[in-house]
């Protein structure tokens, strides 16, 4: 019980934690894209439904950034705007409602908030007039938007093997300050899943999980740089590892992941994420 109530704590601490404070503005635009799904096995029952908050990774595809205005040594482009391919973590957090439609169905509707601050990166830019050239670049930026998730059950409830598919689709828009905002633009994410879990006792919901996932980000800039595509198509493949804990109604998902961008890379890296939910699951019905 001891280790139960610590891991509810740890869970909540990881939802609260990282979730943005102020920081001095940078006019930059960057394009995000979400990692993993930290979804279990098993959909809610029929007639029952969730409350969630979550805290999940993020990562930029590009970055498009004014030139530092307090840089005195090049006053002449203090206009100038420079971008490139970077990948940079972050992180987004909201809120869920799930609802469960049939025995082995349910839906989730979502609020999704996130931001970048302080990103430092030394990348291979491209400026206004195309050419290329090799700077560190600042950028900070935010992204608001909303998803859609739908998981079905395809073994039986007295089957202690569990298997399902996910899908989830995420709508979000990023926004910035100064000179970038007209570079700002909206992502676009598909992310099929397999779902697998163990559950000996049905009646309970404290179990393990893994999944495998192909993420799709479609990304569309308002206005861009020569050399940077306006549209592109991010591709990631990916393999998550979830624990999900009960105690009465209250609930929370540990999900371990790693992810390998697979087209249009920002970069070659197996990248490593971690995401927490703690939710409030009503009306469950005992099977």
Sequence with gaps: MKTLNALFLLAIFSV?????????????????????????????????FAIELFNDKSTTIDVISATNPFDWQDLENIHAMSGGKVSHHCRHYGLNLRFGLKKHTEIKLGFLKGSITNGNEEINAIDEDGNYLIRKTKFNSDFVGGQFGIKHLLTDYANPGRISLYLDGKYFITYSDGLAWDYDGRTIELKPALLFGYLKDPASRNFPSFSFYYSLANTNRDKTLRGIPANKNSQAIGAEANLNLAYGVMYTNLAFGVEKEIGNKATDEIRRYFGAKVGFHFKQKKN
Excluded at 23 to 40: H, K, L, N, W, Y
Aim: glycine content about 10%; hydrophobic content about 40%; aromatic content about 4%.
């Design 16 to 48: 609260v934690l990282f979730t943005g404070c102020a920081t001095t503005r940078v006019s930059s635009s960057a394009m995000i894209r979400t990692m993993g799904i930290g979804e279990s096995a098993v959909p809610i029952e029929k007639d029952s």
